[in-house]
């Protein structure tokens, strides 16, 4: 008995579902996903509409054990990002973020932010060669993270102007990010 095409549509549906729904090939599928939209930058806030941080006194620790306060940063650069090892958008915007930290680690602060185990943050750093620092917080973060989603990124100017907020994947290694932190820089 033949099949008719939209049996063939209805079939092909199902399987797309249950390739979905099964957690070895979801991840994969809604990484590769993330990574087409995470070839977009994230944009500049308006000068004008820049929230400004005041508050930088927030501890966190690395995955070595070292306390780290934010307050270290203020003056600087500095690029947040909060993050999970289980975030497909995350995942998908990782390769951009340590392009970015090869080429800027010794010209601005990066931080990265994950409330996940040192075993499990370690596992994924090593499996995925990425060399940048990752901390967890021991306070509570200040007010200006408002963090309901992730991965959320802020680029922080030297006088605490949030000049980019970003929410979901975006390509962080774009000529735009660079040309906008070469000029904060200067």
């Given at each position: ?11 092909l ?5 249950a390739?979905l ?10 990484v590769?996903l ?5 070839l977009?930058?994230p944009s500049?806030?308006?000068?004008s ?5 005041e508050?930088?006194?927030w501890?966190?620790k690395?995955?070595n054990?070292?306390?780290?306060n ?5 003056g ?9 090892t289980w975030?497909?958008p ?11 930290y090869?080429d ?16 499990v ?5 090593n499996?995925?060669e990425?060399?940048?620092r990752v901390?967890?917080?021991i ?39 660079r040309?906008?932190?070469d000029?904060?820089?200067?």
């Open positions: 008995m033949p099949v008719s095409k939209s049996q063939k549509k209805n079939i549906f199902l399987i797309v579902i390739v729904i099964i957690p070895q090939t979801r991840q994969p599928i809604q590769l993330h990574k087409g939209l995470a977009i930058s500049i806030t308006n000068e509409k820049q929230p400004n941080i508050n930088y006194n501890k966190l690395d995955i054990g070292s306390v780290f934010l307050e270290e940063t203020k600087k650069v500095v690029l947040i990002n909060f993050w999970a975030c497909p995350c995942i998908a915007e990782m390769p951009s973020m340590q392009s970015l090869d800027y680690k010794n010209k601005i602060e990066f931080v990265f932010v994950s409330n996940e185990s040192k075993t943050i370690k596992t994924f750093l499996k995925n990425y060399s940048f901390f967890n917080p306070s509570e973060s200040p007010e200006f993270f408002n963090i309901k989603s992730i991965p959320r990124t802020f680029l922080i100017d030297k006088k605490g102007n949030i000049v980019i907020d970003k929410s979901g994947a975006a390509n962080w290694n774009s000529n735009s990010v040309n906008t932190i000029a904060m820089l200067n």
